[in-house]
């Protein structure tokens, strides 16, 4: 139904910043939701940020005031702009989005955050 294509993974030191970008594509009539999760090493799957369609932003603790969620409608395009990386924000990061009731997933991009 819906295919979600993440992209803007990788290397960083800690203190730099990176963007992630997630793009639906397929049989969408309207995504309510869109947003992202990580899963560390040895962790659960945790919320990072969300963002519903004309509602405000949700925020993890632990990215509050470093992390950035936001959205073009248009190209049904989510992204998350992450600042002051620290290594506790090395994870599997993916993306998530709402559409007709289903919850569809993207398959995942590897942030790593080392010296």
Do not use: H
Not at 6 to 35: D, H, K, N, T
Not at 73 to 92: C, G, H, R
Request: positive net charge; aromatic residues 12%; hydrophobic residues 30%.
């Amino acid at each position: 139904q819906v295919q979600l294509v993440e992209s803007g993974g990788g290397l960083v030191q800690p203190g730099g910043s990176l963007r992630l970008s997630c793009a639906a594509s397929g049989s969408i009539f309207s995504l309510y939701a869109m947003g992202w999760y990580r899963q560390a090493p040895g962790k659960q799957r945790e919320l990072v940020a969300t963002k519903p369609r004309g509602g405000n932003t949700n925020y993890a603790d632990s990215v509050k005031g470093r992390f950035t969620i936001s959205r073009d409608y248009v190209k049904n395009t989510v992204y998350l702009q992450m600042d002051s990386l620290k290594p506790e924000d090395t994870a599997v990061y993916y993306c998530n989005a709402q559409d007709r009731g289903y919850t569809y997933w993207g398959q995942g991009t590897q942030v790593t955050v080392s010296s």
